[in-house]
Each structure stands twice: as C-alpha cells, then as structure tokens.
C-alpha cells in the first residue's frame, strides 16, 4: 500500500491525483513547539454523516464524566452526509421507515420521531410506516436527535461542531493525536474516529483523459451541480447502474428532461426491487457458517426453492441471511472473500440493495418510453469536443462496440474502496507514517472488527478507530444503517469505557 505512494509513474493514480473532488490541500507545517492543554478528554470524530452522528450522539447520551467531543464536518449541514443531504422529494431511502430507527433497540424511533415533527419542512401528514420516504427527512431526523442528545448529555459533556477539512494527523507527543485542517489551524484529541462514509468512485476509464477536466463529465455523482447544463433533449451516459444511477434517472424525470439516458454497467445487472416478503426462518447455524462461497450459494439456492413452494418471496430468504453475513464473510479465508468479489458480488449487491417499488414504476415507464436504456459492457473511449462526447463501449460478451452521442458523462459506478489509491492529502499522510493500512482486498481500511485501527503490518494504533464504509473488508456487511448505529453504540461504550479504566487507574 505504501509503496504506491513512492513507487514510479501510474497514470490511473496521476489521473486521480489531479482531478479529485477532494483538490490535494497543501498541509501547512506543524510547529512542534506548540501544545495546547486540554483539560478534558477530547474525542474528534472526522465526518458528520449518519456514523458520526450516531457515534456522537451515544457518546453525547452515556457519558457521565466531563467529555469534549468534537464532530467535524468538511460540508455541513450536520447529520446529512452524502446519503441524506440530498435535496430530493424523489430521492428515497430504500428500506421501510419503520426499521430506520436511530438505536438498535428502537428500530421504529424514526416513524416515533415522523409523529412528533409535523412542523418539519417536508414531513407528511400520513405517511406508510412500511414505505420509503424520502431520505432528506432522515438526514432532518439524525440532526434532530443529535441535537436532543446534546441538550440532554451531562454536565462537563460538551459537543462542538467543526466545520473543516483535515488534511494531516500525527501521534502528539503526549498521547493521542495531532490533527492539521486545510486553513492552518490544529486540534489535539485523545483519540480520533474515521467516520468518513463512502469514497467517490475510480475513473470510468482509468486513465488520465481530456473529458475528465470538462463540464461534460461529472465524477462526483452527488454534487449539487451534477445535472447542471443537461438540456431537456440531451442524451446522457451514466456510467453503472445501481441504486446512484436510479437517483440521477429519476431526478431527470422530475425536472421534466425529455432526451435518452443510457446507463452502461460490464454486467448489466441492475438493483430488484422492494417487495413485501414473509419472514423467513433462520437456515443457517451460526456455530458452522458456510466455509465456502459454493456452499453458501447451494444453500441459498435450496431454501429459496423451498420457500417458493411455501408461497414465500426469495427476498425473505435472502434477509434472513443478514445477520450471518458478518460471521460467514469473516470465517471465510482470503482465497473464498476473493472468489466472492469476482464471481458473485454484482449479483450478490443487486438483490441485497434493492429499490423502493415507486422508483421501479418511473424506470419501468421511462424504458416503455424509449427515454431510458440500460446497457451491458465496457467503457472503450471517450473524446470531447465542443458539442459533446462521443462514447464507445463493448457488448458484453461480444466485440460488437456501440458508438454513443450525449452531453454529458456522470460516474455512477459506486465507491472507491482502496484508500491507497485516493490521493487526498489526510490519507497521503496517514500512509506515509503507516497509520492505516489497507484491507488484503483493499475493501477498506484494515482494522479490528470492533474499529480499532490498525497500523501498516502492524498492531493497534491505539488512539485511531474506525466504523461503517472503511471497515467493509473487515465485516462486508458494515455500510447500511442496520449495521453502523451497532457499530456506533458499541464503540462509544468501548471509547467511554477506556476512559473510566483511565480515571480509576490514576486514582489508585
């Protein structure tokens, strides 16, 4: 992992260096000489998504000693994060209000909360307990609760949310850590927490290209300014297929756009759909999970055979799958994860990451319309010139190439994994000093399976945790809520519990 940051010219790595929405920052210099006391335990928690919020708001609700939390946030609004800041009535969360709930034990808190906020923009009078609504509401539902757990935490217990970018971190001579942000500015923390979400995705070809310094391409699908300059009859290429691409489809649909979208992913496989499907019994043993990839697929195979002829929905097959799949993935060894990754991933995450039925119907409308098109195979070419893009790809499973003429180009093939590859300046410099390493997948970043950061072959880092997207090597399953508000509560009883073992061992 380290040696791509010294190693010789790669130019799919120069390509992302350059172009990153993340511009690289350059880090001021740290004065050594400069300490600043801290008079209580300060935990900074880098990100102000759905994991850091959550994070924040069990620290805010269990600490009963003084306690500086520090949330930081290069983009606020607080709580939104990329997921739920959109601005969309049509963006929707694709599972049921009632299992949105903030906390493990209250999985229905965000319906509770739907109740009880009728004078918030945008909540519904009546709305389905078992619908999708839409995700600008939750992002309002996570501020919410935040802020009702900093109104409530204990005296000596303070929140304080940073607006910034951090762009370097170093072990403080004391203990703990020593964050640098973008305008110069610094923040000692005891310990510090990567809540940082999902990456952008890799460069649809990956290798440096004129388009990529254009308006026609977009690499950041969720921009505010992703569909800015589309005309109503202009053709667009999204490239992947999966829950992001139906966001852009069926934005365009509502801001009235009239011309063809292709969406091209290699394997054409596209997310199913929600449907209401019986609960299903648990199959499995959790004491001898499947130890292959085969097995387990046999096994899924037979059960949906059987509940078929029970009248039950595959789906409820595969979601009484779920909480086995952490401890099937982990006792899998390295040579079975990768086998997974090749042959069954696309078509593991389009039936486990499914779509609310609502936006089905616009798809399915607009494909009857000729106005949507999906495609199967592989990116070849992209030239710009003034007018527009003209794009080439290959059939899969064919040499057929078809020729496309559009707009505009945006990248929907999901996110990046490998932090060894995404040059921003914090994780340049988190690698250099062989602070985080990557995953043998690079799925993410390598750690415990309880967060605790992991040095480049090497132990703990001892101050430097982790949870949701960057732990996706570790666990597989670890980037929906159901998983992070676990993880959330859990770490912040392990990060309070240190602390306490702290105080009494000082005392004695």
Same mark, same amino acid.
């Given at each position: ?206 290798? @440096? ?6 308006? +026609?391409? #977009?690499?950041?699908?969720? $921009? *505010?300014? &992703?569909?800015? /300059? %589309? ?58 999970? @499947? ?6 697929? +046999?096994? #899924?195979?037979?059960?949906? $055979? *059987?509940? &078929?002829?029970? /009248? %039950? ?196």
């Amino acid at each position: 992992m380290r040696a791509g940051l010294s190693g010789g010219p790669n130019p799919a790595a120069q390509t992302t260096r350059e172009l990153s929405h993340h511009e690289p920052t350059r880090t001021p210099k740290v004065s050594m000489s400069v300490e600043f006391p801290t008079p209580t335990k300060t935990i900074a928690i880098i990100g102000g998504g759905f994991s850091g919020c959550a994070l924040a708001t069990h620290l805010l609700r269990d600490a009963t000693t003084p306690l500086r939390i520090v949330l930081i946030e290069r983009k606020p609004p607080f709580g939104g994060g990329v997921a739920y800041g959109t601005k969309s009535p049509d963006h929707l969360l694709n599972v049921p209000a009632s299992k949105m709930g903030f906390t493990p034990d209250a999985p229905d808190d965000f319906v509770r909360w739907l109740r009880e906020s009728r004078d918030v923009e945008g909540v519904p009078e009546t709305f389905d307990e078992e619908g999708f609504l839409p995700r600008r509401l939750y992002g309002a539902y996570i501020a919410s609760r935040l802020n009702e757990a900093e109104a409530e935490a204990a005296d000596g217990v303070e929140l304080v949310r940073r607006e910034g970018e951090v762009v370097d971190m170093e072990e403080a001579v004391q203990g703990g850590a020593r964050l640098v942000f973008a305008d110069g500015s610094e923040l000692l923390a005891d310990e510090v927490v990567l809540a940082l979400g999902n990456l952008p995705g890799a460069y649809p070809i990956p290798r @440096p290209l004129p388009i990529y310094r254009t308006s +026609r391409y #977009v690499h950041v699908p969720w $921009r *505010a300014d &992703a569909l800015g /300059g %589309i005309g109503p009859e202009d053709e667009v290429l999204l490239v992947g297929q999966g829950l992001t691409a139906t966001d852009l489809i069926v934005e365009l649909d509502r801001r009235g756009h009239r011309g063809t979208i292709h969406a091209l992913s290699r394997n054409g496989v596209r997310p199913q759909v929600h449907h209401p499907a019986e609960v299903y019994p648990n199959f499995l043993d959790p004491q001898s999970p @499947p130890q292959t990839v085969r097995e387990l697929l +046999r096994r #899924v195979r037979r059960e949906v $055979r *059987a509940a &078929a002829q029970r /009248g %039950i929905d595959w789906r409820g097959v595969l979601d009484s799958l779920r909480p086995h799949s952490q401890a099937i993935w982990q006792a899998w060894p390295l040579e079975e994860r990768s086998r997974f990754m090749r042959y069954v991933r696309p078509f593991w995450e389009a039936h486990r990451h499914r779509i609310a039925p609502q936006l089905a119907e616009v798809l399915a409308r607009m494909e009857a319309e000729g106005r949507l098109k999906f495609h199967a195979g592989r990116l070849q070419t992209l030239d710009v010139d003034a007018s527009g893009v003209d794009a080439v790809f290959r059939r899969r499973g064919s040499i057929q190439h078809v020729a496309l003429r559009v707009a505009k180009v945006i990248n929907c093939t999901g996110p990046r994994t490998d932090y060894s590859k995404f040059q921003h300046p914090l994780f340049i410099h988190l690698l250099a000093r062989g602070l985080i390493d990557h995953d043998p997948l690079a799925l993410g970043i390598n750690a415990r399976p309880t967060g605790e950061v992991l040095r480049y072959r090497g132990d703990e880092v001892g101050w430097l945790f982790t949870l949701g997207a960057p732990l996706k090597g570790v666990l597989w399953e670890t980037g929906a809520v159901r998983e992070i508000r676990e993880q959330a509560r859990a770490l912040a009883r392990r990060l309070l519990a240190s602390e306490a073992n702290a105080t009494a061992g000082g005392e004695v």
